[in-house]
């Protein structure tokens, strides 16, 4: 791609996208089944486990999914461990994992899967983040596992203290996907924390930061990231962060002779002018330059 220095200068139709993204705040409608299929079903989706069949490589826990009643977490917990074919586990807030004791219980014997390559937690209950220090043992034992995701879930600040923990006993993250609910946000400082320990994971290639709100000091450390010589990172997405025109050149030192980053997403950032906008044009000017996708969906780029 030739480089270029002016908001102006660039048509819609070459890589940048001004459209939808709908997706941030996707909810998934749930669906009514009967209890005697719901068994069937559950029964169903425990012989595939027990059985390690390949054809059941992601595991959905929750209303629309695997639901096993709580005082069978523990079996399923160990079932899932000595599975070999899982790659990817969902867990959502109708997973049937309602205290902290469920959790503990539960990932005591996720803790010996090294399969699963993909964590994903949706709308749940993390209890102060005491599930990120049950999960340490599966973290650090499991080699494969490259993905966490979490959407929606409660992140008070204890929770995000042991969270910054769990990811500095590991280092092989090769995805991370925080997405706080409309309206709710993490402070400053543990976004930096965040940020900080996920340098630590060398192969990171996907960073989405999405309604989080992570200030200055957090999009200080995106740029400082994206500026190490060995920086991986292909796709990062930091939309609905409020950011302003302040930020907007931060991350836009962060972007000067980046040579990884393929696809950046900065949607719903209101706050920043065109005046903002053009400073991180003007950071695209290194001809190895590598980006090919630029999303600006929902922002304002009238002139002051």
Known sequence: MEPFNNIDDVEEGDFIDYGNFDDIFNVQEDIELSADYRHELEAQVR???????????????GLDGYHPPHY?????GEIIGNNTKIRELVLDEDSGISTECNWEEFFCGVSHNRSIQKLIFRSC?????????ALVPFFKG??????????????EDS????????????????????Q???????NELRAIQIVQALSAHSELRKLVVRAVRIGRGGCSQVATLLQNPNCKLAEVDLSANAFDDEDAAILATGMAGNCTLKDLTVALNEGVSKTGWQTIFSSFQSP??????????????KDE
């Open 180 to 186: 706080c609910e409309e309206n709710d946000e993490i």
């Open 47 to 61: 012989r595939q486990i027990e059985g390690d069949d390949p054809n059941l490589s992601r595991l959905e826990m």
């Open 125 to 133: 209950n993390l209890f102060r983040g005491t599930i990120f220090t």
């Open 288 to 301: 190895n330059l590598a980006l090919e996708h630029l999303n600006l969906a929902y922002n304002d780029f």
């Open 159 to 178: 929770c995000i203290h042991l969270l910054v923990t769990a990811l500095a006993k590991f280092d092989s993250l090769k995805e991370f996907f925080l």
């Open 72 to 76: 069978m977490l523990k079996t399923v």
């Open 142 to 155: 499991n080699s494969n596992f490259e993905s966490l995701e979490m959407v929606n879930c409660e992140l």
